[in-house]
């Protein structure tokens, strides 16, 4: 263990800007920042997963970067169910599927076959039958199991690494297929057998109504009690031809033959290795409920880590990845010392002993006392870590849980990720696999923002042998999470986003992936817009259940108001906002489109007038709306997104066309824009006037009320200064509302504080008055409201 492991271990300095090496620390670990190295390709790694029939993940393709994927998503999109598929899948220790496991859209096909096995009357292992019957049933049921396909980028010197899983004579390097199947029964012979188990389990309860829920009900059931019956994981090799990397690339998994002969599981284990760390690590103080079934340790804490840390790899040994000689030397001193401290302190009850007359002339005459000492057993005990709080009080220690959660996940997830690392190193026999894939479950929780910001990062750097020796094997890191600031730290390249499909009736709810490093084509400065806005912002839109682009600063203030108050079941939906003007607002179509989350855009209809300078060129000049056959719209966003009408008198009663936009993916967007207060009233331009025009009689009793004392129960009357003060004067000046409506776009476009009257709106409707949400806002917010009705959307 370095020195520096516990010095200095809160400090989290950014990369050397002056070319000079100096340490920094993650995780209390300290690292190195050196010089640019070559690039050095590894020689094999892991480039797709295809994940097929697990839980609600029906058909997936997932892109894998060559360092850090990062999995994003709204909650229950199946973010983690990806991470468990993958450990499931590769998983050594046994039995880890479930009947749950599987795809909700292939339980009626395995119900139908659990009632054609009901009605067997005999074994039929032992019975004559139609082999043919039970050879198509056992297609069936394979048909409907998950599957994980891995595909591989190999070079061409690393032949006898994938030799068992090649399907051509001249391979020369390039994609290589492995395929792992859940499979029940892998012949005739153990599907029968399977077959008579669930046929012996549900005859005695066969008889009675499904209602009464008598086990097994289905087979489904069957396997609720009986999981070890879903058998086991066998590995294929697939045709790179038929694959996601063949010419023309393949859309779906491509289907085994019927004569494909399983392959030697440990040839995968030499090629890859996977690490899981789950989301729940056990961190905190309550002592008593944390404790392991093991041992005293808490599950996640950082002396548990180092722990288990030091049982594989610094118990004494005298050869292999254990023998460390000073630690041999150290602790067979100790030994012998103890023992003769031991023989000394029992000496008198041994000599008690004797008086009962043992030992006789026939038995051993000495007692010897001979101590055997393991390094990890030294660190089993609940103070084996401490900590000092500074140099000045070299006898005050702290226990490890009192240190922040934060600071304990960090230690914690840094020690597990050095490790895997040293554990895939140092294997106890061969050489390490090529592949090495880290699985980190939301490692979000109880992290600061400033460390979420570096972890993708720096646990890249900690998972990645740095030895010349092992340049040429892979480390790649899969995370899952639900925090933007962490997503953020990456590029789009990087992300991949859980997608939730809605059900359309009769369908169960499934989910796909998005390859966010597609979403905007070759439009690279879009895409960096769309990055530099996304890590500015802290945007959270790619967790969200909906969206709300809104135009500035004062819809971004009052709208989710609104919804508080006159919303309530949208307003317990994940909604993102993103104030983002009609200017900008049209870029983010091609992410709107991947993501197919509702999404409503309130923007302003920026009615212009159309000119000609004194050089005959066309001058576009913001006008207030009187006669609108003589004006245009002037937002981007109406104009090349949707609905492109740039007339602005065919703006002024929309139709749902106008106002819905589809992707065809099923992703909708709702437009909204200002229209006519009322049927040949006056038509604001921007939402403080829509909102004023919407609202006259009550800024008209401000006037009225200014100097009365309030009603029992009724807020005071708001000061008339600044904006208000303006507003208010423009609307008791002004009877005819059209007038007021170009006096009011002329007041806005002058030195009006949008900002400090959007304050005190917000400040009076908290207070309880009755502003109205302004009509072409509020259709859009119940339009939202109706997208995310449960009833929509159906069973999740």
């Known amino acids: 263990m370095p020195p520096a492991f516990f010095k200095n271990s809160e400090r989290f300095s950014l990369d050397s800007v002056d070319g000079q090496k100096r340490p920094y620390y993650f995780g209390g670990i300290q690292m190195n920042v050196e010089s640019p190295k070559p690039i050095q390709v590894p020689n094999v790694s892991l480039t797709c997963i295809e994940l097929s029939r697990f839980r609600r993940l029906d058909q997936v393709r997932v892109p894998i970067d060559k360092k850090t994927t990062v999995l ?50 005999e074994d039929p292992a032992s019975a004559a039958g139609d082999v043919t019957k039970w050879e198509g049933q056992l297609s069936a049921i394979l048909a409907c199991m998950p599957t994980l396909d891995l595909w591989f980028d190999v070079q061409s010197g690393s032949y006898n690494l994938v030799a068992p899983f090649i399907t051509s004579l001249n391979w020369s390097g390039g994609a290589v297929g492995v395929r792992l199947r859940l499979e029940p029964a892998s012949s005739v012979e153990a599907l029968q057998k399977l077959a008579w188990r669930y046929r012996e389990a549900r005859q005695p309860v066969k008889a009675l109504p499904k209602e009464a829920h008598a086990w097994p009900v289905d087979l489904i059931d069957y396997w609720l009690r009986y999981p070890a019956d879903l058998g086991s994981v066998l590995v294929y090799k697939l045709d790179p031809a038929l694959g996601p990397f063949g010419s023309p690339p393949a859309s779906v998994p491509q289907a085994l033959p019927p004569q494909a002969a399983p392959v030697d599981r440990n040839k995968l284990a030499k090629l890859l290795r996977v690490d899981f760390v789950a989301a729940q690590r056990g961190l905190g103080t309550e002592e008593a409920e944390t404790r392991s079934s093991a041992g005293t340790h808490r599950v996640g804490l950082f002396s548990n880590q180092l722990l288990k840390y030091a049982r594989q790899h610094l118990n004494v040994a005298t050869t292999g990845q254990g023998h460390q000689p000073q630690l041999v030397e150290a602790i067979a001193t100790a030994q012998l010392d103890l023992d003769a401290r031991i023989k000394a302190a029992l000496a008198p009850s041994i000599e008690d002993v004797k008086k009962l007359g043992y030992p006789t002339l026939h038995d051993p005459q000495e007692i010897h006392f001979r101590t055997r000492i393991q390094t990890g057993d030294l660190l ?50 061969g050489s390490p696999p090529a592949v090495h894939i880290v699985l980190v479950e939301e490692p ?72 966010l490093a597609t979403a905007f084509g070759s439009d690279k400065v879009t895409r960096t817009f769309a990055e530099r806005y996304f890590r500015v912002q802290h945007t959270d839109l790619l967790f969200a259940d909906a969206a709300i682009f809104v135009e500035g600063a004062a819809e971004r203030m009052l709208v989710p108001l609104f919804i508080e108050r006159d919303f309530p079941e949208l307003d317990k939906r994940y909604v993102s906002f993103l104030d983002l003007g009609g200017r900008h607002a049209h870029r983010l179509r091609p992410l709107v489109k991947k993501l197919g989350i509702p999404t409503v855009v309130i923007t302003d209809v920026d009615p212009v007038v159309v000119t000609k300078d004194a050089n ?169 409201d109706n997208e995310l009705a449960p009833t929509k959307k159906g069973t999740d």
């Not at 005990?381 to 009192?402: F, I, M, N």
């Not at 993708?456 to 600031?485: F, G, K």
């Open 380 to 429: 089993d005990h609940s103070t084996a870590v401490q900590y000092r709080l500074d140099g000045q009080q070299e006898d005050v220690y702290l226990p490890e849980y009192s240190i922040g959660l934060g600071y304990q996940n960090l230690q914690s997830l840094s020690y597990q990720l050095v490790s895997f690392r040293d554990s895939r190193l140092k294997p106890v026999e």
């Open 72 to 121: 994003v998503g709204a909650n229950n999109s199946g973010k983690t169910s990806i991470l468990i598929a993958i450990r499931n899948f590769l998983s050594t220790t046994g039995q880890a599927f479930g009947a749950f496991d599987v795809s909700l859209e292939q339980w009626p096909a395995l119900r139908a076959l659990g009632e054609e096995w009901e009605k067997l009357t």
């Open 616 to 784: 005959g060129k066309t001058v576009r000049k913001a006008a207030a709306i009187g006669d609108p056959r003589l004006l245009e719209c002037g937002n981007d966003t109406l104009n090349d997104w949707h609905p492109k009408h740039r007339k602005l008198h065919l703006l002024a009663e929309p139709t749902e066309a106008d106002n819905v936009w589809s992707s065809g993916s099923g992703g909708r967007v709702r437009f909204a824009w200002q229209v006519p207060v009322a049927k040949d009233g006056p038509w604001p331009s921007s939402f403080e006037d829509s909102l004023i025009l919407t609202n006259i009689d009550w800024f008209k009793g401000i006037e009225q009320k200014k100097n009365q004392p309030p009603a029992d129960g009724e807020a005071p009357p708001p000061s008339l200064v600044g904006p208000l003060r303006q507003t208010v004067e423009k609307v008791v000046a002004q009877a005819d509302l059209a007038l007021l409506a170009k006096d009011l776009h002329t007041m806005l476009r002058k030195n009006f504080a949008k900002a400090e009257f959007a304050a005190t709106m917000f400040e009076r409707i908290s207070l309880g008055d009755k502003l109205v949400c302004p009509a072409y806002i509020s259709d859009a917010l119940t339009w939202l």
């Open 444 to 515: 979000e929780a109880h992290l600061h923002v400033q460390v979420q910001r570096i972890f993708p990062r720096r646990a890249a750097e900690l998972i990645s042998p740095e030895a010349p020796e092992h340049v040429h094997l892979s480390s790649q890191l899969i995370i899952s999470t639900h925090a933007s600031h962490l997503a953020h730290a990456e590029n789009f390249d990087r992300l991949r986003y859980v997608r939730r499909i809605v059900a359309a009736a009769g369908e169960m709810p499934r989910s796909d992936v998005v390859d």
